[in-house]
């Protein structure tokens, strides 16, 4: 009851899983963001340069203390990064891991910022109906390729499903293989641990900007998270032999090689440019 009344009860969903407080609504989300407009003097104009969107489609995260937080694919952090990619010229495909419908994150959906809302009505039928991860995998993983890019947002519900993906795990090792670049943010770089393959991983030895354990450890005092994490993703990526840049939850970005990172939803904007930027420069 107190903390109801002090706003950081979190609220229970139809489902009868949590999503954040009033008061953790109002410190982490917001009705628009700092989209910079994205624009490009020499976007792409040729043929065949496409990014593989992959979104979970899992929606309800349980706790350490059995408790659901209700999460999905964060908005900002999937909105931004991909009307970057737009304007630059490139063509999008959207994939979840069998082809159910995404799972967004509603109640952080600013909602007052036009490009953001016209992104995810020019994609809603993407979203509702994507492509299935599975078939990609297993059908067009070729040498001549039109991909150069695989984009996966963050939201909690990256680590739902994808990080133990073997489709996905197969698509960042033959990304990998061909030099086309991977893009993730936030919680998204824990889907990275899908490319584990015996004793192998391929991103050992880089470094990644990546929310940090510390905040995810402090956000059930304000009432963001139902509970605490079942797991710390940053100390379980460092036992893979990655190097964590940041400290924060800002804006933070990383490039090495061919893995582009960020480190919250605040890194959102900078990663769409970076990574538009990078892929621009890869087709010369």
Known sequence: ?????LGIAPTQTEDGAFMPSRLALKLATSTTTNYDGGYYSNPYTGKNARVLVVLTEERNMTMANGKRFSTGNHPVEMALPMLHLIN???ELDVVTPTGAPAAIEMWAMPKEDAAVTKLFSDYADAIRNPGSLADFAAQSLKDETPYVGVFIPGGHGAMLGLPDSADLGKVLRWAHDKDIHTITLCHGPGTLMSAQQGGNFIYDGYEIALFPDSVDKQTPM??????????ELGAKLKTLGLTIVNKKADDTCHVDRNLITGASPEASNNLGRIAAETLLKALG
């Open 1 to 5: 009851m107190i903390k109801k009344l």
């Open 222 to 231: 304000v009432g963001y998270l139902p509970g605490h994490m079942p797991y």
């Open 88 to 90: 630059a010229g490139f």
